[in-house]
């Protein structure tokens, strides 16, 4: 089993920025493909961010400019960079890694207006 263990959400006012983290058990980051999800209140889970093992990138629409995906492969862990954060984007963000479909437990992101 690949554990996931997402880290780095918290409470931040409209216009600031968080770094989230999700660190994987065993080398995978470098080799997979690794997804950032999010699900608010109400609604379905959607993708956020996405990198592949060639380092190729792909966005939201609506975090677009604002949200850096990225990877350290010597650490196994995933990152996503969030600036200029909206009220829209309060949700539980989840790791997630095509290897094997494993999922994170979820990181709380709140954004106050």
């Known amino acids: 089993q690949v554990q996931l263990v997402e880290s780095g959400g918290g409470l931040v006012q409209a216009g600031g920025s968080l770094r989230l983290s999700c660190a994987a058990s065993?080398?995978?980051?470098?080799?997979?493909?690794m997804d950032w999800y999010r699900q608010a209140p109400g609604k379905q889970r959607e993708l956020v961010a996405r990198?592949?093992?060639?380092?190729?990138?792909i966005y939201a629409d609506s975090v677009k400019g604002r949200f850096t995906i990225s990877r350290d492969n010597a650490k196994n862990t995933v990152y996503m960079q969030m600036n200029s954060l909206k009220p829209e984007d309060t949700a539980v963000y989840y790791c997630?890694?095509?290897?094997?479909?494993?999922w994170g437990q979820g990181t709380q992101v709140t954004v106050s207006s």
């Open positions: 997630h890694s095509w290897y094997g479909d494993y």
């Open positions: 065993i080398s995978i980051v470098n080799t997979n493909v």
């Open positions: 990198i592949t093992s060639g380092g190729a990138t």
